[in-house]
Structures are given as structure tokens and as C-alpha cells.
């Protein structure tokens, strides 16, 4: 990462994630930019990026959020300042009120849930905005644990499904089928959505076209995004558009520090057993899988394993397959190596857990005058609670 250097990590003994404030203003730069040009709404998804204590940079940026639960919705009323567009794949009686409180649009994913709950919702908060989740049975999301249109899916609802004149009250569609795309998978998408759905634009206000819109990735086609969405407004002026993503706010703003712990070697494989786990602190690696980059190291294909310098990544949690490799370093690793995983802010911290009651890695801001603040430690009295 650019702005953290190997004289800032060094001091730190215990495992850290780091974001980095101008890396993070970067991105907030050029997602206010598109919304300003394209003219739409672009909120931040918590699912991917929740560290309250960075909101006040976030406001500077952009004014709302969205919320897939309670505790998301609160988080937005109560800390970024402002009701957040909710989803959910389901409501309760017990948090609908709440949820409704907290909440500037609600999303229902279903007819039946939206029957149920409407007039609830509007006399908790009676300028509450509801929408419904459509399906438009397409998405080029590859793997299927985040295929949100896959056969069978429990999200939205299809258009063979819909009225032709839709429940009173419904104003908008929220419409999510990518998953850290380019603008060339929304401009293929885009065609679907409106070939199943245009016929309703006209019975709506707003149209939220989800997330995984990955707009601050190195290559992604800016232009082509703005083109899209300025041509959408001209064919259906009467819409306002949202966009919600959530990895490209966080994208490439941070890292994790790890440390070695151990070199343990078995049929020829070398592991370098840490002081973070992967089940416990980088999950997308075992789930997606996804492949970190890791500094000052190469990925080399698991018929390498036994080569000189070369290691497989192992967490110290108690699960057989806590591991991923394999890594040719530039040197040999030795116990309190550092090992720096990069781009693990989005979907790292909010997916975290205490599996084996493993130290949780510390979180700190690394501020644009180079000082690091520590914005949370964890400690023995937060596994313990977690346990209550």
C-alpha cells in the first residue's frame, strides 16, 4: 500500500488491520465525481465496510447508507447520521418498527412481506419510501455462494410475478445482480433489467441498481458507467437512481499485519503459521476463495511448494484447512517476520469472528499526516461477552 510504509508497520508487535485515510479520500473523490456527473445517488453498503469511527470522512463525501438488518439500519441513524435504505431477505414482527424508525426506504423482498408490513412501516415513520426487490434472472457473478439471480435464488421477486398495476405504495425497485463488477457487466445487465421491467418505470420514482459496481478498481471503465446512467435518466427521466456498493469505497485502502509465529514442514511443504487466521479474519479467502496479495511475496501454483523461499500461509485457529499458498518470499521466513496481506478492509472487518477465542486483530486509521490512531483493541472481555 502506498501511503503505509515498512518504518510505520515495524513498531507494530500484534496484528493490526490499517486503512489508510488518503487512500480512503481517494476513492470518496472519484465516487462523489460519478454521482455528480451521472446524477444519482451512491451510498455505502455496511455489509462490505462498517468502521463507524471513519464516518465523519465518509459525510464529507456522501449523505446516506444502506442497511440489511437492524443493527445495520441503527448504525446509520445513530452514527453516520442519517436513515438508511433497508433491505432485508425478511422482516420480523419483533424489528420491523425499529427497522421502519431507522429507515428512509425500506425494501421488501417479497409481495407477501411488503403486504404484511406496509402500513405498519408508514405509521411508524409515514414518509418511509418502499420498494420491492425484482429479479432479472441474469447476473454474471461466476461463483455461486454470491450469485445473487442464480435458479432457486431467494432474492426478489421475477417479472412473470409482478401485477400489471403495482400495490399502492410501492415507489421504487431495487434490482442487485453483481458482485465487484466492471461497467461492462452493468451495461449487459442494464439491458436485462429494462427489457423485464420498464414497463413498470413508469408506476415508480427511484430505482436502486444495488452494488458490486467496483468503480475505483485500477482499469474500470469510469466513462462507460456515467454514459450508462445518464442514458438511463434520458430514457426514463421521471427515475432516480441509486447505486449501492460497498467494496468500492474500501477498495485497496488498507492492510492486514500479521506476524510468523512458527515454520512447521510436512511431506516437503513448508507452513508459516501466524498470528491471524483466515477462517477468523480474511473468510473470503476460504469462501470465495479469494487470493490476497501479499507484500513482498509471489503466488506460486501448489506444484511449487517444496521450491527454496517458498511457504503456505497458515492461521492459527484450530480448522484443518486455515491456510492458503503457496508464497515464494525473498527470503526465508523466520518466527516475527512480518507478513502484510493487502487490500483487507472491505469485507474483512464486518465478516470477522472469535473462532477459538483467537486474538482479533487491532484496527488503526493511519491518518494523511502520517500519525496512526488505534481505533479499537480488542480483548479477552470482548470474546467473553461475545460468549454471554
Known amino acids: 500500500m502506498a501511503g ?19 487512500l480512503l479520500r481517494n476513492n470518496l473523490s472519484l ?7 451521472a446524477g444519482v445517488e451512491i451510498i455505502l453498503a ?21 442497511a440489511s438488518s437492524l443493527a445495520e439500519a441503527r448504525l ?21 418498527g425499529e427497522i421502519a424508525r431507522c429507515s428512509s426506504h425500506i425494501t421488501f423482498n417479497s409481495l407477501s412481506q411488503y403486504s404484511r408490513y ?24 461466476g461463483t455461486a455462494l454470491y450469485n445473487p439471480c442464480a435458479p432457486g435464488t431467494r432474492f426478489g421477486v421475477t417479472a412473470d410475478k409482478l401485477p400489471d398495476v403495482l400495490p ?66 434520458a430514457r426514463y427521466p421521471n427515475l432516480r437512481m441509486i447505486l449501492e456498493p460497498g467494496s468500492a469505497f474500501a477498495w485497496r485502502t488498507g492492510c492486514l499485519v500479521s506476524h510468523v509465529v512458527d515454520i512447521v514442514e510436512d511431506h516437503g511443504i513448508k507452513t508459516a503459521i501466524l498470528d491471524v487466521s483466515f477462517t477468523c479474519h480474511m473468510p473470503d479467502c476460504l469462501e470465495m476463495p479469494y487470493q490476497p496479495e501479499v507484500r513482498n511475496a509471489v503466488m506460486r501454483p501448489l506444484s511449487e511448494a517444496n521450491k527454496p523461499r517458498t511457504y503456505r500461509l497458515g492461521g492459527n485457529s484450530c ?65 467473553k461477552n461475545r460468549m454471554d
Open 4 to 22: 503505509i510504509d515498512a518504518m510505520t508497520l515495524k513498531a507494530l508487535d500484534a496484528p493490526i488491520y490499517v486503512i489508510d485515510e488518503t
Open 31 to 37: 465516487i462523489a465525481d460519478v454521482a455528480k456527473r
Open 46 to 66: 455496511f455489509k462490505a465496510f462498517a468502521l463507524w469511527k471513519t464516518f465523519p470522512i465518509f459525510r464529507e463525501y456522501i449523505s446516506s447508507t444502506t
Open 76 to 96: 446509520a441513524f445513530e452514527e453516520f447520521g442519517a436513515p438508511a435504505h433497508t433491505f432485508s431477505p425478511a422482516y420480523t414482527d419483533a424489528e420491523i
Open 118 to 141: 406496509v402500513t405498519y412501516v408508514r405509521s411508524v415513520r409515514p414518509d418511509i419510501k418502499c420498494g420491492l426487490r425484482v429479479n432479472p434472472e441474469y447476473s454474471e457473478v
Open 168 to 233: 399502492d405504495g410501492i415507489s421504487g425497485f431495487h434490482c442487485h445482480c453483481h458482485c465487484e463488477s466492471g461497467a461492462d457487466v452493468f451495461e449487459r445487465t442494464l439491458a436485462h433489467i429494462e427489457n423485464k421491467f420498464s414497463h413498470w418505470f413508469r408506476q415508480l420514482d427511484w430505482i436502486n441498481f444495488g452494488g458490486g459496481h467496483l468503480m475505483t478498481r485500477e482499469g474500470y471503465d469510469v466513462e462507460l458507467l456515467v454514459s450508462l446512467l445518464k442514458g438511463f435518466h
Open 319 to 383: 480448522l484443518a484447512g486455515d491456510f492458503i499458498g503457496s508464497w515464494r518470499f525473498e527470503k526465508a521466513l523466520e518466527p516475527g517476520d512480518e507478513i502484510i496481506f493487502e487490500d483487507m478492509l472491505h469485507y474483512t472487518t464486518v465478516k470477522t469472528n472469535m473462532f477459538n477465542g483467537i486474538s482479533h486483530p487491532a484496527i488503526g486509521l493511519l491518518h494523511e499526516d502520517g500519525r496512526l490512531e488505534i481505533l479499537r483493541c480488542f480483548t479477552y472481555e470482548d470474546y
